[in-house]
Structure formats: structure tokens, C-alpha cells
């Protein structure tokens, strides 16, 4: 089955600079990406997704890369802001199968 | 758009007795529902797949008949878990997929926190 890692666990970044997250997939069938916030005690929000026709997608402050051959996304978060502060999550899956997640990001926004 | 409703959102209940948590899509018909289980600081375990009017999946190690899944209407899932014990303290989490258009996005509800005395 799909496996889903992401780094860095935990990152810490100054209010206004640009904080990067990255996510590797194991299997290559995968064609779908999306990227969760999850504020605490919340479910979580999508906040921006890709699929793998895509190479790159991004709105407004937030963006998101793929490399297919390489089977790693990763999440740009620019000018960022203290609203930012959450645990994001990763996930992939192959069309509407079911999302496997990565393990998390805890993301905190230094005013 | 795409609004997952999940009541309750907290609940305390002692030791063997049942609770009931809902989950709804209000602005969109949702032929698949998941429900997930978060341990603190832990990602989204999956715990079972449920389409409309038909069995729920579960995942390798889920108990089926502790976890009750029920997905009567294609707006509306329930899970109950029955026989509740302190262990099945979790955060509970459903999500939603719009039967139509671009299938793959999955919205999810605001989780529900049950603590079992």
C-alpha cells in the first residue's frame, strides 16, 4: 500500500518568512495530493491540492509543488502570518481510494 | 461549499455505555464517508469506509461490531461506538466526499472528542 513520510516534524519560522514542507510518496500510481491545516481540537481543513498532471498550483500565500519522477510535493507557505500556526498534513491517493496521511507538521509562526 | 457538520463535538459517557456521533454534509451529496481516529500529536488513522446503503469497509484491526457504521442517506453517517471503555478515548473525525465533480476532494467534519470514564 501507500506509504506517506514528511519532514520536518516540527518547524519553526519568523512572522513573514516563508516556512517549506515536504512530503515523499511510495507508490508511483498515486495521482492525487492534497494538503491539510488542523488547528487544535478541529478537523481538518483542505487548503489546497494538486494532481499529478500538475507540476506546480498555487493561491494566493500558499503553493504547492509535485515531482513525479522523484515521488515527492511540497507545501510554500509565504509571508507568513501568526493564523498560520497549525499541524499540516500531507496525504496522497490513486483517484477517489482513500487518502493516506503523512505524519504531520506542527507549524508555529514566531510574532 | 462543501460543509461537513459532526455532532458532538465533545463527550464524556462512563464506562459500557453507547454513544452515538453524527456526521453530516450539508451542501452536497456524499455517496463516501470516512471516519478516522487522532491519538494527541498523531496523525489520521483510518478506521472504516462507508458508501450509501451498503456495508462499511473497515481497516485491519478495527472491530467492526464495536464500531458501528450506519450511512442511511447520502448526507448522513453515523458511528456508534458500542460498549465504550476507557481506551476508546480518541478524537473522532468524519469526512465527506462530494458524489460529484471532482470526486477526489475530501472535506472533513470538526471532530468529536470523547472521553470515557
Known amino acids: 500500500g501507500e506509504n506517506v513520510e514528511q519532514h520536518p516534524s516540527t518547524l519553526s519560522v519568523q512572522e513573514g518568512d516563508s516556512a517549506v514542507i515536504k512530503c515523499t510518496y511510495s507508490d508511483s500510481a498515486s495521482n492525487y495530493f492534497p494538503w491539510y491545516k488542523q488547528e487544535l481540537g478541529k478537523g481538518p481543513q483542505l487548503i489546497i491540492d494538486?494532481?499529478?498532471?500538475?507540476g506546480e498550483k498555487k493561491d494566493q500565500r500558499i503553493a504547492v509543488t509535485l515531482n513525479k519522477t522523484a515521488k515527492h510535493f511540497s507545501l510554500h507557505i509565504t509571508e507568513t502570518q501568526p493564523e498560520d500556526s497549525a499541524v499540516y498534513f500531507c496525504?496522497?491517493?490513486?483517484?477517489?481510494?482513500?487518502?493516506?496521511f503523512g505524519t504531520g507538521t506542527r507549524l508555529t509562526i514566531i510574532p | 461549499g462543501a460543509v461537513v457538520s459532526q455532532h458532538p463535538s465533545w463527550v464524556i459517557c462512563k464506562s459500557g455505555t453507547s454513544v452515538k456521533i453524527e456526521c453530516r454534509s450539508l451542501?452536497?451529496?456524499?455517496?463516501?464517508m470516512f471516519w478516522y481516529r487522532q491519538f494527541p500529536k498523531q496523525s489520521l488513522m483510518l478506521m472504516a469506509t462507508?458508501?450509501?446503503?451498503?456495508?462499511?469497509?473497515?481497516e485491519q484491526g478495527v472491530e467492526k461490531d464495536k464500531f458501528l457504521i450506519n450511512h442511511a442517506s447520502l448526507t448522513l453517517s453515523t458511528l456508534t461506538v458500542t460498549s465504550a471503555h476507557p481506551e476508546d478515548s480518541s478524537f473522532y473525525i468524519c469526512s465527506a466526499r462530494p458524489a460529484v465533480g471532482t470526486n477526489e476532494k475530501l472535506f472533513f467534519g470538526s471532530g468529536t472528542q470523547l472521553s470515557v470514564l
Open positions: 494538486i494532481r499529478s498532471n500538475v
Open positions: 462507508s458508501n450509501e446503503g451498503s456495508k462499511a469497509t473497515y
Open positions: 451542501d452536497f451529496q456524499a455517496t463516501t
Open positions: 496525504a496522497a491517493s490513486f483517484g477517489n481510494e482513500k487518502l493516506t
